[in-house]
């Protein structure tokens, strides 16, 4: 036997991330976050982020609180400043959201969420959504499956609860299926309605 020693250390509470990429349709692009994650403790996490590009600018905050009335569920609080520009036409949108995340057992997810805002800065350009959604998850790795299955049901609704001139529903299925295959290869398919 060959005694092994292993040594634990705690990932720091604070991270930057930064970023920039090159795209077709929205040219250059610049990111950055700042997360903190035991704000103010209780593993509360807050997070800062700004996408800069050449047709956009954002800036979001937001605070995702654990064991929200319950061990398994989660509270997520949202704004944002956003700034459009497409060609001569520029908008800007001031908004938020607050979404309820419940763990209905280890692979199945339940989100309900309401969101609004306001698109420049008439009262009569105010906008709400609501989204329900369930997910269900057996994938052996979030970023990169070999194996496992996606399968997710989102329902959304944007303008009702404003009696918004604008009204749409939307309801969104989608499946993805993950398979090993040789030489370290993976099938991955993907089916969206």
């Not at 090159?22 to 692009?29: A, I, N, P, S």
């Not at 997360?35 to 982020?49: D, I, V, Y």
């Not at 989204?131 to 994938?139: C, G, H, V, Y």
């Not at 939307?170 to 030489?183: I, K, N, S, Y």
Request: proline share 3%; charged share 25%.
């Amino acid at each position: 036997q060959t005694p092994v020693r292993v040594r634990v250390s705690e990932r720091p509470f604070k991270s930057v991330t930064l970023g920039g990429g090159y795209d077709t349709e929205v040219g250059l692009r610049a990111s950055a976050a700042w997360l903190h994650r035991n704000f103010g403790g209780s593993a509360r996490q807050l997070r800062l982020s700004s996408v800069l590009s050449t047709e956009s600018r954002e800036l979001v905050a937001g605070i995702r609180e654990p064991y929200f009335l319950g061990s398994r569920n989660w509270l997520n609080l949202s704004g944002f400043v956003q700034k459009r520009k497409q060609g001569e036409v520029q908008q800007n949108e001031v908004g938020g959201s607050a979404s309820f995340e419940r763990n209905v057992t280890e692979r199945l997810d339940f989100v309900v969420q309401l969101s609004g805002g306001l698109v420049g800065s008439q009262r009569d350009s105010a906008f709400s959504e609501v989204r329900a959604a369930l997910r269900w998850d057996t994938r052996d790795d979030l970023f990169d499956p070999q194996q496992g299955t996606l399968v997710s049901l989102t329902l959304r609704e944007r303008g009702w609860w404003l009696q918004s001139d604008w009204e749409f529903g939307e309801v969104t299925a989608e499946g993805r299926w993950f398979q090993p295959l040789p030489l370290q290869s993976v099938l991955a398919t993907r089916l969206l309605g």
